[in-house]
Structures are given as structure tokens and as C-alpha cells.
T-cell receptor, first 110, second 116 residues
Framework: KQEVTQIPAALSVPEGENLVLNCSFT??????LQWFRQDPGKGLTSLLL?????REQTSGRLNASLDKSSGRSTLYIAASQPGDSATYLC?????????FGQGTRLTINP | DAGVIQSPRHEVTEMGQEVTLRCKPI?????LFWYRQTMMRGLELLIY????????DSGMPEDRFSAKMPNASFSTLKIQPSEPRDSAVYFC??????????????FGSGTRLTVV
């Protein structure tokens, strides 16, 4: 059974800092890994998807990496802004199911 | 594309009442998923469908929960009778398979259910 862990559970940093969110998973037989953002009271917005054959994906100030062999993914946010404040969720997809971690609640302080 | 559409956005009901949540997936997506999100347990997969057929309902908590997908553009999640512990946000998601699978999952805005 796939288990996904996200560390830290919460993170508060000043505006402008670069930061890294971590995601680890127990079963390396994955199909894709998808990072989402969730604002309070809202749905999930897809940020980046990394296929199992890829090592990283980039979108603007976001960069996600994947190391299947060690069961880890990181989401790097460059030059953080207050608008980046949200909960970030890592979803690991096996043959069919997408299993989530508990998320990292990120606060960017102006 | 309007995305995954869920209704209602909010539902408040009394314990014992029947609740029906609705979902319209993205056109052309052939897999549909129902998730429940709570503070304690995070996002849990309840059930998913491929080509309108239920594939895995092992996440459905009790017989009080049932889900249907009568056609490719509509699914329902029903709770009967509802209990206060069913209070949560229920999300529907859809995904394409095959060549379009690498676009990942798209989630709806969710239905916030409160059972009093």
C-alpha cells in the first residue's frame, strides 16, 4: 500500500526566500507524481506533473524533481511571494490510484 | 473547457437525511474519482470509475455510501442515511487515459457537506 509523507507540515518564511517542500513515498512503482496547490476553502489546482521517466519539471518559479529509486520528490519555489501562501499537496499515482500526503501549509510573510 | 463541475457547493442537512452529490467530469476523460477531505485524515479516495464502470470501491466507508456513473458525463455520490461524522469536503476528479494520461488529474471545486 502506497504511503505518502510530506515534510514539513507547516512552513513560514519571509517574502523573497527560496524554499523546498518535500514529498516521500514508499512504493517506487509509480506512474506519475503531481503537485497541487490548495487555497483555504477551495479545490486543488494542479501545479506540475512529473512522469515516472522524468527527473524534473519546471513552470515559472516552480521546479519539481523526482527520484523514484529513493522515493522522493521536491518542489522548489524561487523568490517566494505572499500569493504563494497555500497548502501544497503531493499526489503519487500508481496503476490507477492517486494517493496524497497530508500537505505542507506554506505562509509567506510580507 | 469548464473543468470538473460539482454541485452543490455547500450542503447542510440533518442527520438521517439522504444526501446526493453530483459531478460532471471533463469531456473526453474516461476515469472519474471521488475523494473525501477532512482535517484528521486528509484526502481519501472513496471510489473510482473507468469507462463508467466502478473499479475499486474499497475506500467507501460504509454501506450508507453509494456511487453511480450512469453515463460518461455524470456521476453521483449518495449518503443514506447521513451522520454528523460524514461532514467533510467531497471532491470529484477526472483523468484521461492512454495518450492523454500525462495531463494528470483535474479536480472539481468540491462540495462542503455539513450534517447536523
Amino acid at each position: 500500500k502506497q504511503e505518502v509523507t510530506q515534510i514539513p507540515a507547516a512552513l513560514s518564511v519571509p517574502e523573497g526566500e527560496n524554499l523546498v517542500l518535500n514529498c516521500s513515498f514508499t512504493d517506487s512503482a509509480i506512474y506519475n507524481l503531481q503537485w497541487f496547490r490548495q487555497d483555504p476553502g477551495k479545490g486543488l489546482t494542479s501545479l506540475l506533473l512529473i512522469q515516472s521517466s522524468q527527473r524534473e519539471q519546471t513552470s515559472g518559479r516552480l521546479n519539481a524533481s523526482l527520484d523514484k529509486s529513493s522515493g522522493r520528490s521536491t518542489l522548489y519555489i524561487a523568490a517566494s511571494q505572499p500569493g504563494d501562501s497555500a497548502t501544497y499537496l503531493c499526489g503519487v499515482q500508481g496503476a490507477q490510484k492517486l494517493v496524497f500526503g497530508q500537505g505542507t501549509r506554506l505562509t509567506i510573510n510580507p | 473547457d469548464a473543468g470538473v463541475i460539482q454541485s452543490p457547493r455547500h450542503e447542510v442537512t440533518e442527520m438521517g437525511q439522504e444526501v446526493t452529490l453530483r459531478c460532471k467530469p471533463i469531456s473526453g476523460h474516461d476515469s472519474l474519482f471521488w475523494y473525501r477531505q477532512t482535517m484528521m485524515r486528509g484526502l481519501e479516495l472513496l471510489i473510482y470509475f473507468n469507462n463508467n464502470v466502478p473499479i475499486d470501491d474499497s475506500g467507501m466507508p460504509e454501506d450508507r455510501f453509494s456511487a453511480k456513473m450512469p453515463n460518461a458525463s455524470f456521476s453521483t455520490l449518495k449518503i443514506q442515511p447521513s451522520e454528523p461524522r460524514d461532514s467533510a469536503v467531497y471532491f470529484c476528479a477526472s483523468r484521461a487515459t492512454g495518450a492523454r494520461a500525462n495531463y494528470g488529474y483535474t479536480f472539481g471545486s468540491g462540495t462542503r457537506l455539513t450534517v447536523v
